[in-house]
T-cell receptor, first 116, second 107 residues
Framework: GAGVSQTPSNKVTEKGKYVELRCDPI?????LYWYRQSLGQGPEFLIY????????DSGLPNDRFFAVRPEGSVSTLKIQRTERGDSAVYLC??????????????FGQGTRLTVV | AQRVTQPEKLLSVFKGAPVELKCNYS??????LFWYVQYSRQRLQLLLR??SRESIKGFTADLNKGETSFHLKKPFAQEEDSAMYYC?????????FGPGTSLSVIP
C-alpha cells in the first residue's frame, strides 16, 4: 500500500512569496502531524490534526503559518510572506489514531523548502 | 519542560564493535520513548519503542527512569547500521524529537 506522500519534494521560492505544501496520509489514518526539520536538528513539532480539526497547533512559529485538513484526509501547510529562516525540510506523518500507547507514526519523505 | 537530549552529534565505530547511542530526557510523568532511524535517502521510520521491550535489527534500548535515560545499544555494529538516529518522547498526542546522532560504521 502507499505510504505518506508529500508534494512537492522540493520547492524554491522567493522571500515574501506564499507557498503551499501538501501531505497525503495513509488511507484510514485519522491523525496527521506536521514537523519542520532544520539542518542538523531533529524534527520540530508544528501542528497535529485529529480528523478535520487541529487538535494542537502550539508548534506553529507565528501567524504566517497555517494548516488545513478540510476532509480529514489530505492536509496543506500554508506559509505566507516566506522568510529565509523558513528554509527547512517539512515532514508530514500520519498514524491510525492519535495518542494511545504504541501508536506508530509513518513519515513522508518530506518537502525541502528553500527561500531565496 | 519536556525535552530530549542526545549529547553526540556524530559517532563512529568499527564494524563488529559495540555501539551505544545516548539519549536523556526530561518529563514529568510516565514517559513513552522511541528510537527513530533515517537511512541515507530514506524517510524517517520507527526503530523501536520502550513499551515493546523488543530487539530490532539487533538494537535494544532500556528505559532507566532513575537516570532518565533511554540509550540505544547493539553488541556488534554492521555497516548497514550507518544512519541518523533520533530519540523521541511522546508528550500527550505529539512526539518530541532529540537533535539526532549520526552513526557511521567503519568497515
Amino acid at each position: 500500500g502507499a505510504g505518506v506522500s508529500q508534494t512537492p519534494s522540493n520547492k524554491v521560492t522567493e522571500k515574501g512569496k506564499y507557498v503551499e505544501l501538501r501531505c497525503d496520509p495513509i488511507s484510514g489514518h485519522t491523525a496527521l502531524y506536521w514537523y519542520r526539520q532544520s539542518l542538523g536538528q531533529g524534527p520540530e513539532f508544528l501542528i497535529y490534526f485529529q480528523g478535520t480539526g487541529a487538535a494542537d497547533d502550539s508548534g506553529l512559529p507565528n501567524d504566517r503559518f497555517f494548516a488545513v485538513r478540510p476532509e480529514g484526509s489530505v492536509s496543506t501547510l500554508k506559509i505566507q510572506r516566506t522568510e529565509r529562516g523558513d528554509s527547512a525540510v517539512y515532514l508530514c506523518a500520519s498514524s491510525r489514531e492519535a495518542g494511545g500507547l504504541g501508536t506508530e507514526a509513518f513519515f513522508g519523505q518530506g518537502t525541502r523548502l528553500t527561500v531565496v | 519542560a519536556q525535552r530530549v537530549t542526545q549529547p553526540e552529534k556524530l559517532l563512529s565505530v568499527f564494524k563488529g564493535a559495540p555501539v551505544e547511542l545516548k539519549c536523556n530526557y526530561s518529563y514529568s510523568g510516565s514517559p513513552e520513548l522511541f528510537w527513530y532511524v533515517q537511512y541515507s535517502r530514506q524517510r524517517l521510520q520507527l526503530l523501536l519503542r520502550h513499551i515493546s521491550r523488543e530487539s530490532i535489527k539487533g538494537f535494544t534500548a532500556d528505559l532507566n527512569k532513575g537516570e532518565t535515560s533511554f540509550h540505544l545499544k547493539k553488541p556488534f555494529a554492521q555497516e548497514e547500521d550507518s544512519a541518523m538516529y533520533y530519540c523521541a518522547l511522546r508528550r500527550s498526542d505529539k512526539v518530541i524529537f532529540g537533535p539526532g546522532t549520526s552513526l557511521s560504521v567503519i568497515p
